[in-house]
C-alpha cells in the first residue's frame, strides 16, 4: 500500500486492475484505493509480471502493508512457491464448552467468534444488517455511518462494531504495528495489516473524511512549519496579449488559459530556486530534482485537492494546458493516480475565480513553498514614466523559513514576474 | 428465647437457618410484638402447616391467634378482610396459590378496591401468605406461578422474598403497610438453607435489589428462580460473561428504576420468570426496558420462562418445562452476541 500522503496511514483496497499473470510496467493503473482523500488508481512502480494479489477487495491496508507480488519476466515461475502469502486465517472461535446450545441449533457455537475475515462478505446473503438501538445510537455519537460497519454474528451490528468501527477510524494505530507495515523490501510472507475492514463509504463518510484529512494535514502544517509570506503585483498586460494572439492561431478545443502560464512560470521559477521545490522530511530540506506542481483544486462538494501536474517545467504549454483540464476534471468527477496525489513538489492556489485579490494559503507538507494568485484587476499602473490601466494580479508566496529566506522568497516571486513578462518563452 | 426458636447461640452473629425457619421465626416475632396480628388458615394450627412454616406455633400462641380454618379460601380470606376492616393484623395463609383462584373475588373485589370504593375510609392492612411455583413433582393443580396476575391488580402489593433475610423481614413490613399485602413463596425456597444474621429483621419492601453485580448482561428475575438465576451466572462468570442479577423482590408497584439504570449499564436483559410469557410479568419487564432504556439494548430482551403448558407432573417433563440453568446461561450467551 503506497502512501499518498504524508498523513496517510491506512488504504483501503477497492478494486483489483490486474490479475495474477498480467505484465506491467511501471506506470500501469494496478488497482483501485480508497483513501481519505477520495478514489485513487495506484500505479505500479516497476515493470514485471503479477505473480499475486494478497490482499481482497474491501481490506484496509496500513501504508506499507504488501498487496501483490510482482516478479521479473521470465522468472515468475521461480518466484512463485516463496512469494505466497497467505491470506489472513480468522482467529479460532473459543468454544463454550459449558453452555449447551440454544433450543433450536445453530451452527458451532462461536458464540464469542472471530472478526468476519478480511474480505468475506458478512452473513445473511447481503441483507440490510440489523442495528441494535445503542449501536445506532453509539454510532450517531461517533459519527459513524452505519454503512462502513461490519455486521457480526448473525448479521446484527452491535455497539462493539461501530466503536471497532470508530477506532479504526480515528485513534492512531500502534506505531509498532506501523513499522511492522513498512519493511524496505517485502517479507515473503509479511502478515496483513492490522484493523483489517471492508468499506464502502458513502458521499457523507468520504466528504467527513477529506474533511479530517484536510484538518490533519493543515494542522501539522501550522503547528510544525514557520510560515514567512511575501506579496507582490505582476503586471499581466503583455502576458494577456500574447495570449490572445497564441490563441487565434490555435483550434478553439487548443486554447490556452492564462491559469497554464502562471503555472508554467512558477514551475521554471522552482526548477531555478531549489530552495522553494521539495520537501522537508525528518529534520532536513530535500529538493527535488523533478518540478511536480500540485494545483489546487476545489470540490463541489467540499474540501480540495492538490494533484500533481508532473514536470510541469519541462511540458509545452499546450500539453500542461489539456493536462490541467483533466486533472480538474478528474479531481471534481473521477479518479486521481497515486503518483498525482503523493508528488506535487510545490502547490500552487489560484483564488482569482472566487474574486478574491490575494491569498495567503497553508503550505501542504512536505512541501516547503505554496504560490498564490488571486484575481486579475485593472489597475492604475506607472511604468516607464507613464502611468496606465493595466490588468493585474497579486502574486503570493508561502514558504517554510527553516529550508529558505526571505530573501530568496522575494528572488523567486521576481523571477516569476519576470517569466510572465516574457510569455513567448514559456 | 432468642428470635429463632432456641436454635441460635446467644453470641453468634450469624445462624444457620433455612427459609422455611426463617418465615417461622417472622410470624412469631409479629404474633409477640402486635396483639392483633394473628395466623388463620387450612391447617395452619394442628398440622403445622401444609408447608411445616408454622409448625409449633399453635402450642406457642394458642388457638385463638394461630386458627385452623375450613377449606373454604372465600370465606377465610373474606373473613380476613372483615377482621383487617375491624381493627386486627391478620395474616392469612392460603396453602398454594392455585387456589388462591377461590378466593380471587374476596382479594380482587374486595381487599383491593375497598379504600377506593370508601372514598379513602377503610384500609385493609391484611397479609397473605402463599406457596407458589413448581419444582416438587405436585402437577398442574399446585404448581402454577399465578403471582403475575396480582401483579396486575391496583390496590395490593405483592411480595417475592427469595432470600432468608427477606424472609425473614418481609413479613413485618407487609404487617406495617396500611393496605393488602401479598406474600408469595415458592415452593423449592422452603428447605434453602443458610446464614443469616441473628439479629435479622424487618426489611424494607419497595425496592428491587442486586443480588450480584456484574457489567455484562442483566439477569432479572425473583422468587424460586432467583438461585438458579445465581448459578447460573456463576457460570457464565467461568466464560467470562458478568451477569448482573437483580432480584425484584416486590412484584408489584414494580421497582423499574434498577432494572433501567441495570440495563444502561449492561445493554442487554435477560428475564428470568417461572410464569409463562403471555400476559406475564416478564412480558411487563420487558415493556418497561423498551420504554425507559430503548436506546441503551444492544441486543434484544431474552426471556426463560415456563413452557406454555399445564405443569407436567413427570419429574423430566416438569424439569424441562421450567427455567433451568442452562437455558439461562445460554440465554445469556445469545444477548452477548460475538462481543462476550
Avoid at chain 1, 505500479?44 to 502493508?65: K, N, Q, R, W, Y
Avoid at chain 1, 475492514?197 to 493543515?218: D, G, H, L, S
Avoid at chain 1, 483540464?325 to 479531481?331: E, I, K, P
Wanted: aromatic share 4%; hydrophobic share 45%.
Amino acid at each position: 500500500m503506497p502512501s499518498l500522503g504524508a498523513d496517510m496511514d491506512y488504504g483501503t483496497l477497492v478494486e483489483w486492475m490486474v490479475k495474477p499473470g498480467d505484465r506491467v510496467r511501471r506506470g500501469d493503473i494496478i488497482a483501485l484505493v480508497e483513501t481519505d482523500k477520495g478514489l485513487i488508481e495506484i500505479e505500479v512502480f516497476d515493470d514485471g509480471v503479477i505473480e499475486s494479489l494478497l490482499a481482497e477487495p474491501g481490506t484496509e491496508l496500513a501504508v506499507g502493508a504488501v498487496m501483490a507480488t510482482i516478479g521479473q519476466e521470465g522468472q515468475a515461475a521461480a518466484a512463485e512457491t516463496p512469494a505466497k502469502a497467505e491470506p489472513p486465517a480468522p482467529r479460532e472461535p473459543i468454544p463454550r464448552e459449558k453452555a449447551p446450545p440454544p433450543p433450536s441449533p445453530p451452527p458451532p457455537a462461536p458464540a464469542r467468534a472471530p472478526r468476519i475475515p478480511p474480505g468475506v462478505a458478512p452473513p445473511g446473503g447481503g441483507a440490510r444488517p440489523r442495528v441494535s438501538p445503542l449501536a445506532r445510537r453509539r454510532a450517531a455519537e461517533l459519527n459513524v455511518d452505519l454503512a462502513t460497519v461490519i455486521a457480526g454474528e448473525g448479521n446484527v451490528i452491535r455497539v462493539a462494531d461501530v466503536e471497532n468501527t470508530a477506532a479504526a477510524r480515528g485513534v492512531p494505530k500502534p506505531a509498532a504495528a506501523r513499522e511492522a507495515a513498512l519493511p524496505a523490501v517485502p517479507p515473503p510472507a509479511a502478515p496483513p495489516a492490522p484493523g483489517e475492514r471492508a468499506a464502502q463509504k458513502t458521499v457523507e463518510e468520504r466528504t467527513a473524511a477529506m474533511r479530517r484529512a484536510i484538518a490533519t494535514a493543515m494542522t501539522r502544517a501550522k503547528r510544525e512549519i514557520p510560515h514567512y509570506y511575501l506579496e507582490t503585483h505582476i503586471d499581466l498586460g503583455g502576458a494577456l496579449a500574447w495570449l490572445a494572439e497564441e490563441n487565434r492561431k490555435r483550434p478553439v478545443t487548443e486554447r490556452l488559459l492564462h491559469s497554464v502560464l502562471l503555472v508554467k512560470a512558477v514551475a521554471l521559477a522552482a526548477r531555478a530556486a531549489p530552495e522553494m521545490n521539495g520537501f522537508w522530511i525528518d529534520g532536513e530540506f530535500r529538493p527535488s530534482e523533478h518540478v511536480h506542481v500540485g494545483m489546487a483544486i476545489s470540490l463541489r462538494k467540499g474540501g480540495l485537492v492538490a494533484p500533481a501536474l508532473h514536470d510541469a517545467d519541462r511540458k509545452p504549454l499546450g500539453e500542461l494546458m489539456k493536462e490541467i483540464l483533466d486533472v480538474t476534471n478528474r479531481a471534481r468527477t473521477g479518479v486521481l493516480r497515486s503518483s498525482e496525489i503523493a508528488d506535487a513538489t510545490i502547490t500552487v492556489t489560484n483564488l482569482g475565480d472566487q474574486g478574491v485579490e490575494s491569498v495567503f494559503g497553508v503550505i501542504h507538507p512536505p512541501q516547503v513553498a505554496l504560490v498564490g494568485f488571486g484575481k486579475m484587476v485593472e489597475r492604475p499602473w506607472a511604468s516607464g514614466g507613464m502611468l496606465g490601466v493595466r490588468p493585474v494580479i497579486s502574486a503570493t508566496l508561502s514558504a517554510d523559513h527553516r529550508a529558505s529566506d526571505g530573501h530568496c522568497g522575494g528572488r523567486f516571486l521576481a523571477a516569476i514576474d519576470g517569466l510572465l513578462q516574457e510569455p513567448e518563452k514559456l | 428465647m432468642s428470635a429463632l426458636g432456641g436454635a441460635v447461640p446467644a453470641a453468634a452473629a450469624k445462624v444457620r437457618v433455612t427459609y422455611r425457619e426463617a418465615m417461622r421465626a417472622a410470624i412469631r416475632e409479629a404474633l409477640e410484638r402486635d396483639p392483633r396480628v394473628f395466623l388463620m388458615g387450612e391447617d395452619v394450627g394442628r398440622y403445622g402447616g401444609c408447608f411445616a412454616v408454622s409448625k409449633g406455633l399453635l402450642d406457642e400462641f394458642g388457638p385463638e391467634r394461630i386458627r385452623d380454618t375450613p377449606l373454604s379460601e372465600s370465606a377465610f380470606v373474606g373473613a380476613g378482610i372483615g377482621a383487617a376492616l375491624g381493627g386486627m393484623r391478620p395474616i392469612v395463609e392460603i396453602m398454594t396459590v392455585n387456589f388462591s383462584l377461590l378466593a380471587l373475588d374476596q382479594i380482587v373485589n374486595n381487599a383491593a378496591t375497598i379504600l377506593h370504593m370508601s372514598g379513602g375510609q377503610f384500609n385493609i392492612p391484611l397479609v397473605i401468605r402463599m406457596t407458589t411455583g413448581a419444582g416438587r413433582q405436585l402437577a398442574a393443580q399446585h404448581s402454577h406461578s399465578l403471582e403475575g396476575w396480582y401483579a396486575h391488580i391496583p390496590g395490593i402489593r405483592v411480595l417475592a422474598p427469595a432470600t432468608l433475610e427477606d424472609a425473614r423481614g418481609m413479613l413485618w413490613t407487609a404487617l406495617e403497610n396500611p393496605d393488602p399485602v401479598l406474600i408469595f413463596e415458592h415452593g423449592t425456597l422452603y428447605a434453602m438453607e443458610g446464614e443469616l444474621a441473628a439479629d435479622a429483621g424487618a426489611v424494607e419492601i419497595d425496592h428491587a435489589a442486586i443480588r450480584r453485580s456484574g457489567t455484562d448482561v442483566s439477569l432479572i428475575t425473583y422468587g424460586g428462580t432467583l438461585p438458579k438465576t445465581l448459578k447460573a451466572a456463576e457460570e457464565l462468570a467461568l466464560e467470562g460473561i458478568e451477569a448482573e442479577v437483580i432480584d425484584l423482590r416486590t412484584l408489584r408497584p414494580l421497582d423499574a428504576d434498577p432494572i433501567v439504570q441495570s440495563v444502561s449499564r449492561t445493554h442487554r436483559a435477560v428475564i428470568v420468570d417461572e410464569g409463562w410469557k403471555s400476559g406475564s410479568l416478564s412480558a411487563e419487564i420487558t415493556a418497561r426496558i423498551v420504554e425507559s432504556a430503548f436506546y441503551e439494548l444492544d441486543a434484544p430482551v431474552e426471556r426463560v420462562c415456563s413452557a406454555e403448558v399445564p405443569m407436567p407432573y413427570a419429574k423430566h417433563l416438569e424439569e424441562a418445562a421450567l427455567p433451568q440453568v442452562p437455558r439461562i446461561v445460554a440465554a445469556a450467551i445469545r444477548v452477548m452476541g460475538e462481543h462476550g
